[in-house]
């Protein structure tokens, strides 16, 4: 059970958005409690609690006109799942729990807090003896200034100077630092006179050449690894640059009725998706995803025509979503993210909605692999949100049932955690009341590949009873 007030310090327990600073040991204040005017009054879990975590958040402000509060942050609850092996039935059991990622620190001991740095006034207990090795410095370190820490009983003068080095732990290290002095001296000494003229030192006394600059840095989808491989990669450079694909030029190509109804599994799904406008194809089918919404972006006065390709549109998606993690994951997509009985309940931002959008030095004008695929549930509220726009899919369920594809329509909308699913049919644009100036149609063939669908602004109304 956990109690908070507000004015509670509080530390973070799990790892939500580490680009920013929200991550596991996180500090920071209550500053309140949201409840929803529909929600369940206390006990009831809040729809969302406002921490401070003054300069340790450093993503955009939610105040952007109240820098007091520059470290304010909502946070939302957070489903967490356990998996126990019952030895009886030889079956696994799930139990979870909601709650929020939170737990009172008004202390901590020094191990939580290594990697932390705390900018405020501490006090410290070291204790009377050195319980391990290096624990003193570890506390010290944590402080941006040593007029901001206290220590309780002081600080022997001997504690850093005789216990620290009679340490067990101290015994390698001292006998590498005696190892390496002997072999300093005893360099020094060799060489101090130099060689005869024209002899050349024996092999395993030449002298050390120092080592290469390294050119290339492990590949990275954070968005500041990114940025620090290209500053470092432009500053030291020292061979060749790899020769860069040429992109293609996204053309549309209206394919032949004849041939599209042949592809499609459900042959009145098809036929009622011809009714409402022109289907256009690009290709290939491991991007066609995101080909299909450039097809459409342009059509309602986004972007212009031919000033992105896929890989640019992809990388710019990547930095966005870096950028506004917070904003997106509260504001685009937390429908999804807390879906118990979908694809939410193992949530991952950097695996299910980052990592697939762009990896570095890619190229995907030739197509991905399946990796970096489209996901419908996660990019497509992304995009929405991105460009304040309507995205309306037209599609087949996950699953066949009694062996038929089920007709599906799904509207992600703009600015809007709200997504609409209706199952069973192909609702009509009219019928869905959408803003068709900015609004773009696609459709999802057989569960495996995206069309973009031209829907002219002038189409008439469903007749009376048809959806």
């Not at 066609?288 to 006065?301: D, K, Q, R, S, T």
């Not at 025509?305 to 990547?318: C, I």
């Not at 930095?319 to 993210?337: C, D, H, L």
Request: aromatic fraction near 10%.
């Amino acid at each position: 059970m956990l109690h908070l007030c507000v004015g509670a310090k509080v530390m973070m327990t799990s790892n939500v958005c580490q680009p920013v600073g929200l991550c596991n040991g996180a500090l920071g204040k209550v500053i309140d409690f949201i409840f929803h005017s529909t929600s369940a009054p206390p006990p009831s879990l809040p729809n969302f609690i406002w921490v401070d975590f003054c300069k340790g958040y450093t993503g955009p402000s939610y105040f952007p006109n109240h820098p007091a509060r520059k470290g304010w942050v909502p946070l939302h609850s957070m489903r967490v799942e356990a998996y126990t092996l019952d030895a009886e039935r030889g079956d696994w059991i799930t139990r979870s729990r909601t709650m929020f990622p939170l737990r009172l620190s008004y202390a901590t001991t020094i191990w939580k807090a290594q990697g932390q740095t705390i900018r405020g006034k501490f006090v410290v207990d070291l204790s009377a003896y050195e319980k391990d090795h290096g624990l003193t410095y570890t506390a010290f370190s944590r402080a941006t200034s040593l007029t901001n820490i206290g220590i309780i009983g002081g600080l022997p003068c001997d504690r850093l100077c005789t216990k620290v080095l009679q340490h067990k732990k101290m015994a390698p290290r001292k006998k590498e630092d005696e190892r390496l002095h002997l072999l300093g001296e005893d360099t020094s000494t060799r060489f101090s006179e130099g060689f005869a003229p024209g002899e050349d030192p024996p092999p395993d006394e030449a002298t050390p050449q120092p080592a290469p600059i390294l050119t290339k840095l492990k590949p990275s989808r954070r968005l500041d690894d990114k940025r620090h491989a290209r500053n470092y990669s432009e500053a030291h450079s020292t061979s060749s640059s790899p020769k860069t694909k040429r992109a293609k030029r996204i053309v549309p190509q209206t394919s032949n009725p004849d041939t599209l109804n042949s592809r499609f599994d459900d042959q009145f799904q098809f036929k009622e998706i011809m009714r409402i406008g022109q289907i256009e194809d690009v290709s290939p089918d491991g991007n066609c995803g995101f080909y299909a919404v450039l097809l459409g972006l342009p059509n309602i006065g986004k972007i212009e025509h031919g000033s992105l390709t896929v890989t640019a549109f992809r990388e710019q998606l990547w930095k966005y979503a870096g950028e506004n993690e917070m904003i997106i994951r509260a504001t685009a997509i937390p429908s999804v993210q807390n879906n118990a009985n979908g694809v939410g309940k193992c949530f991952s931002w950097y695996t299910l909605v980052l990592d697939p959008l762009f990896g570095e030095k890619a190229c995907y004008e030739g197509g991905c692999g399946t990796d970096s695929w489209m996901s419908a549930e996660w990019h497509f509220p992304l995009i929405a949100y991105k460009y304040n726009c309507t995205i309306v899919l037209y599609g087949s369920d996950a699953v066949s049932v009694a062996g038929q594809v089920r007709k599906s329509t799904q509207v992600f909308l703009s600015n809007s955690n709200k997504q609409e699913y209706h199952g069973g049919v192909i609702v009509h644009p009219r019928t869905l009341k959408v803003d068709m100036p900015s609004t773009i149609f696609l459709v999802h063939q057989n569960m495996n590949h995206f069309l973009h669908l031209s829907v002219p602004m002038d189409i008439q109304k469903p007749p009376d009873g048809d959806d």
